[in-house]
């Protein structure tokens, strides 16, 4: 196949997960790149579902038609208290991976324009007036891609930024008990035994008897596979269920880290979603970090001599992750407290806003204020340094 049999198109996708599939769904919505030609390509199919996802709104979203359960209650606990958090004008709101795969697939078949094609990305070429690109069975050529594909080493394989890694494994049970509180999310319960690390529950009910239950680490290493469902079958029992079906299991590992991706980003390659640093770094959370994200980049692209390197942009919310990230890098152990002391006394509404990014200085002092002022003094010595 010569250069010119090479099929080529205007936007390429490599990967197909939240963040290009966010992308191009609000592409489709904006009604200004119809006359575009689109290409995904991602060895998954994407029709398992392999993930759940959660987010704190006010009102309605686009997403609305797919959320599966809204919650206006949070629990978070710790062996010391408990606290039922009033989310107002926040709801935490759920959304079931395949529930989304299949929203915006089904989007994507109306339009000629766009191609998913199921191969595996083996090679990524950017030349001066285009982006080559190679999968396992054909090659293709863009005049700008957008990469989605993860590369672990790249945070890895270096020292100035800490790597931790969310780390989880969940099951979908039906207890035989009422044991949950369909109408209150557990946000995050520390009363599980830390073991020198940041280890709570975090719990998804749906009724009485019915719930997502996963085992949550903020740490660097990964555990046995055991161990996390041992947490999980000792956490239940204490909530008085000794009789359950496990209807299915989930587990996954998302890096918390500080490190640019973004600076890897080129005149025609953007990185997004989690391989462009777009996963919240202090909280692993990625919906809404990536559904802020993508809405941007939709708007980037309608600008006229747009340029890809120039998207992204380092913000205070970066440096305060960093502060956090540098914390538990260190001491691990210190995760408990620090969460418990911002939830014990702080606004609930005013912390999503937070973590949102969505605060003005005063509104951040608000929050850090609240955390315990030792270990971010010595971090922000050491960052400085």
Not at 144 to 167: C, G
Request: with cysteine; hydrophobic share 35%; net charge negative.
């Amino acid at each position: 196949m010569n250069s010119s049999q090479i099929p080529h198109f205007d936007y390429i996708f490599t990967g197909t997960g939240l963040a290009s599939l966010m992308t191009v769904y609000k592409m489709i919505v904006s009604g200004k790149f119809s006359d575009k030609s689109i290409l995904l390509l991602d060895q998954d199919s994407k029709k398992a579902n392999d993930r759940t996802w959660c987010f704190w709104e006010k009102g309605d979203s686009i997403w609305n038609p797919i959320i599966s359960k809204k919650w206006d209650s949070a629990l978070f606990a710790n062996t010391n208290f408990n606290r039922h958090l009033e989310l107002k004008p926040y709801q935490y709101s759920k959304i079931i991976g395949l529930d989304f795969y299949n929203f915006v697939f089904e989007e994507i078949s109306k339009h000629s324009n766009i191609t998913f094609l199921n191969e595996k990305v083996t090679d990524i070429n950017e030349l001066e007036t285009h982006v080559f690109v190679g999968t396992d069975e054909n090659r293709y050529t863009c005049n700008y891609l957008f990469n989605s594909i993860y590369t672990r080493a790249f945070a890895e394989r270096q020292n100035k930024y800490p790597v931790l890694q969310q780390h989880f494994v969940g099951w979908f049970v039906k207890t035989k008990e009422e044991v949950f509180n369909a109408e209150e999310v557990t946000f995050m319960d520390f009363s599980v035994e830390q073991k020198g690390n940041t280890r709570f529950m975090y719990v998804l009910p749906t009724s009485k008897n019915e719930a997502l239950v996963e085992y949550t680490l903020f740490s660097e290493k990964l555990l046995p596979k055991e161990e996390y469902e041992k947490e999980i079958e000792i956490y239940l029992k204490k909530l008085g269920s000794e009789q359950y079906e496990i209807l299915e299991k989930e587990e996954g590992s998302i890096p918390m880290t500080c490190y640019p991706f973004w600076e890897k980003n080129t005149k025609r390659v953007l990185n997004i979603g989690t391989a462009g640093g777009w996963t919240k770094a202090s909280t692993g959370y990625t919906f809404k970090n990536s559904d802020k994200k993508t809405s941007e980049l939709v708007e980037f692209l309608q600008n006229e001599n747009f340029q890809l390197k120039s998207f992204n942009k380092k913000s205070k919310f970066w440096f305060y992750d960093l502060l956090l990230l540098d914390i538990l890098y260190r001491h691990n152990e210190l995760g408990s407290s620090i969460f418990s002391s911002l939830f014990e006394r702080g606004n609930p509404a005013l912390i999503f806003k937070f973590l949102d990014e969505e605060t003005n200085l005063i509104e951040d002092l608000k929050v850090i204020l609240k955390c315990p002022k030792m270990p971010f003094l010595k971090a922000l010595f050491r960052v400085f340094l």
